[in-house]
Structure formats: structure tokens, C-alpha cells
């Protein structure tokens, strides 16, 4: 038998005109944690879900523990051994834990499922490989890293001795991305195979044996960790180098551009109302806000730029009371808004580039006078804004629907930031966009700051918060947690705040 417990290749997988995967190779050791990177659409889920038996593939071969896969449905991965825990959960919220993770077991003939059968069976896993999740709270009541302890169990209690992982960190902070490398490497020592989708390089270069890279569809090549590095990952993945690094120069700071005064805002979620916040941006600072989603910084993104009520407190905008005024108003005020759902709030995907690009300042001098549109001006600036920001295509009579997302969001942020207003406030602004857009984008918003504005940034990614802010202020259920210079922020005193400072730290240590 061949030394792989999965060999997939020369794969080719179509959806109508996309070609997801053009040439796909792929093979897995016993016992060994294979990464799989590349950037976004690479084609690194679509591999592992055709694996999984989700999709057929259209050419190519898949083999299996040395048997040679026809078709492949889940039913037949998982009776392989085969398990994946999805980027998003597969976990029903009024369920309690155990009862998710015995959900979908076919009943034995007559027999009523034994509980408590089950109940001692996932204790097994649970110690064997120190995943501690409570299985008698409903998934409602846990944290994202223990669901996640929960799939995993799942795949275990259904046999899986390969496990592939969609993307596991994304949704973990720091800590609880460590606790989950202590798990894979205990299932690593007792034999199972892991597949870790990532494209976090510092995670690969922790956790592999091998990687394997994909860009576009096509296979890159397989390295060992031990004779690789983050550049040469990074160029396999995108074909040059990137420095997403960026200089910083603070010291250079103005009046207060944001003033937000003991703020309150009300949700319909209980972590993310806030309660009590109050913090300032001045010129030429980039001001970052940490915390793990859903803690209360879409709300306060909403709060300041008009699209959620303000209940208590003020927010001051270049020196004016903008509180619960209109969107208008506060940009007129000077605000520029890069949105967190640039489908939702950002863009018109049936308009094109152009309009896209003109539409907040469509009534405005040079775009149109005396009433009237003054298209010529409109395709001058349309020009140059592609140009400046590499949006591609370039024609900007396309609708903004045939772009990709990195590009569609360039579209944002070039109508935002060209407005050269002096308060930026950027929400997730590289979320779902490919390498090469995030360091344009990254290097728009040094410049901005370079160039005077105040900017605000709220991200999920700690290394973007890191890299690009100056000051930087920790929010955990609505509330502030804990404010530090960028100079002295790093994973752990970030990720302690994030989850409640020392206490809540320590609670969930
Ligand atoms: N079910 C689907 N239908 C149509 N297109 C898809 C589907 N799944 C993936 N794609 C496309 O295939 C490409 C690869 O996607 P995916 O495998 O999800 O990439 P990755 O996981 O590396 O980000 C992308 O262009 C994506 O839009
Ligand atoms: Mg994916």
C-alpha cells in the first residue's frame, strides 16, 4: 500500500464557467498535520469538499487509503474515515452538545439511542485528547472555540481518522487558536492525520509537517515546514513578494477629529450592546479597535456614522454634535465610511465602477453643474481612480457584480479615501480580500493618516490592527477593556483584553 492515506490528482473541478480547481495534487502521510494556504479562491475548499465526497469531480483521480474512489458521496468519505469540519458550523443553536454530537447517527434497529452510551464514548475523546467542552449546554451558551471542540468530536465519535479543518482560525482569538494546536498535535501523536486550511502564515510555520500551496486553481508545490519560510510561501501563493509591514511615524498627531462621550447603544445580542464607551481619534493617527466579532464593533461603527441610535452619551465629529444625525449630515461633518458589508452598504452591484465610484458626490461640483451631469468629468476621475488604486478590470462601465471581491473593495475604498476627508473610519476593511488588495488597501490608509486624517480602524485581524494602528483599544462585550500603544501590543495582551482583561482571561485559560 502507498504511503498516503489520501492521494488526490491531476483534479479538475467546474462550476459552469469557473474553473474552481484547474490542477489539483494533493496527498496526506499518516500522522501528519498538512497545511494547505493559499489566498482567497485559490481553490483550497473546494479541494478538500471534494474529498468529502460534497461535490463530483470532473477529472482526475482520488484515492483513499489504496482504494481508488469512483464517485465519492459523504456517506463514503466518512465511512473512510474521512471528516471535515466546515468554515462555518454545522451545529444547531437550540441543541444541547451532546445532542449535537449524536445527531445524524442512524438509530440501531428497535433500539432507542442510548444515551448515555454516547455520553461515555465523547468523555473518552474528551480526555483522551483534553478537549474540555460541557455537554450539557446548548450550543447558544458556548464560546466559538468550544463549538469548534464539538465538530471535532463529532468527526471522532463518527470514526474519522483524517480530519480536515476549513479555515479553524479565523473565528478564534489567540489563545484559543493555541488550545486548538494542542489539540491537533494530540491528535497528530495518536495517529490521525490533519488537513489545516489556513492562509495565516505564522499559524502554518507553527503547526506543519508539510504545505502545500494553491494559487488560482493550480497546484504550487509541497514543502516541509523545516525548509521553508513565510517569503517563500508568500511568493509561491501570490508569484511575488509582499512587505505588509508598514513604517510607522507617529508623533505627529493634531486636534480631535472623533470624540465619542460615554456612549450607549442597545442590540438585539446581548455581547455586542454597548455600554458605556468613550474614546477619541486625532489627525494623523490610525486608532485600531481589537475584539473578537460580535462584541459590539459593528454597533459602534453604526453608532458614529449614523445608521444606529445613539441612546446615551455624544458623538463629536470635527468638533460638531453629529449624535444621531443623519448619514448625511455627519459626512458632511467630514467622515468617509468604509463599510464592513461592502455588498450591503457599500456598493450597487447592478451599477457600474463609475457610478459606484461618483455616487456619494454624484450632486457635487465637478460631477455635476447646475443640475446637470457632467459625465466627461465623471469618466476623468473614474480613470484615474482605477488607475491610482489597480482596480481591475479597468472599465469602468462594467457593473461593479463582475468584480472580485479585493477589487470591489478597492472600489470602496478609492471613493472613500479620495474624498480626503479628515475622519476615515474603516470596518474590516481587507475582510474576504486576496493578499496583493490588502497591501494596497493596508498602504492607502498609512497614507491617509499620513496625509492628516484621523482614521479609525476596526478589524478581527490582530496582525492588521498591530501593523497598521498607533493606539490601539480593546473591546470586549461593549465595553472598553484596555487601551496601549501599538509599540506595545502584541497576540497575548491583546487576546487576554479581547476576552475580558486578567479575569475573563483566566476563566477561560
Ligand atoms: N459551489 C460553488 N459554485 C460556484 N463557484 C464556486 C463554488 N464553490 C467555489 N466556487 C468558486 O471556486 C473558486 C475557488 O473557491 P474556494 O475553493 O472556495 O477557494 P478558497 O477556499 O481557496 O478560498 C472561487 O472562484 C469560488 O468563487
Ligand atoms: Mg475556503
Partial sequence: ?????????????????????????????????????????????????????????????????GER????????AIERGIGMV????????????????????????????????????????????????????RISQIS????????IIKTLMRGADVIILDEPTAVLTPQEAERLFEILENLKSSGKSIVFISHKLNEVM?????????????????????????????KRMIGREVFLNIEKDYGKVGEKILDVQDVWVSSNKETSKIRGMSLSVRAGEIVGVAGIDGNGQSELVEAITGLRKVEKGKVIVCGKDVTNKSVKVIRGAGMAHIP???????????????????????????????????????????EQMVKEFDIRPTDYHLPTSSLSGGNAQKVVVAREVSMKKQLLIASQPTRG???????????????????????????????EIISLSDRIIVIHEGKITGEMMASEANENNLGLLMMGGAKGGAEHA
Avoid at 439 to 461: C, D, F, W
Wanted: no cysteine.
Fill in 340 to 382: 464592513e458589508d461592502r455588498n450591503r452598504m457599500g456598493l450597487d452591484r447592478a451599477m457600474s465602477i463609475r457610478d459606484n465610484l461618483v455616487t456619494v458626490r454624484v450632486d457635487e461640483a465637478p460631477f455635476s453643474k447646475h443640475g446637470i451631469l457632467q459625465l466627461s468629468a465623471q469618466d476623468a476621475y473614474s
Fill in 144 to 151: 466559538v472555540g468550544e463549538a469548534q471542540r464539538v465538530e
Fill in 86 to 137: 466546515h468554515q462555518e458550523f454545522m451545529l444547531v443553536s437550540e441543541l444541547t452538545v451532546l445532542e449535537n454530537i449524536i445527531l445524524g447517527f442512524e438509530p440501531r434497529k428497535g433500539l432507542r439511542l442510548d444515551l448515555d452510551k454516547a455520553r461515555a464514548d465523547v468523555r473518552k475523546y474528551i480526555e483522551e485528547y483534553q478537549m474540555d467542552v460541557q455537554l450539557d449546554k
Fill in 69 to 76: 474512489m469512483g464517485e465519492i458521496t459523504p456517506m463514503m
Fill in 206 to 234: 507553527q503547526i506543519s509537517d508539510r504545505i502545500s500551496v494553491m494559487r488560482q486553481g493550480q497546484y504550487m508545490g509541497t514543502v516541509n515546514k523545516s525548509e521553508t519560510s513565510p517569503l517563500d510561501l508568500t
Fill in 1 to 65: 500500500m502507498s504511503e498516503y492515506v489520501v492521494e488526490m490528482k491531476d483534479i479538475i473541478k467546474t462550476f459552469g464557467q469557473v474553473q474552481a480547481v484547474k490542477n489539483g495534487q494533493f496527498n496526506l502521510r499518516k500522522g501528519e498535520i498538512h497545511s494547505l494556504i493559499g489566498e482567497n479562491g485559490a481553490g483550497k475548499s473546494t479541494m478538500m469538499k471534494l474529498l468529502y465526497g460534497m461535490y463530483p469531480i470532473n477529472s482526475g483521480e482520488i484515492i483513499i487509503k
Fill in 433 to 463: 480580500v486576496d493578499i496583493g488588495a490588502i497591501e494596497q488597501i493596508r498602504n492607502t490608509l498609512e497614507k491617509a493618516k499620513k496625509e492628516g486624517s484621523g482614521v479609525l480602524l476596526v478589524s478581527a485581524e490582530l496582525e
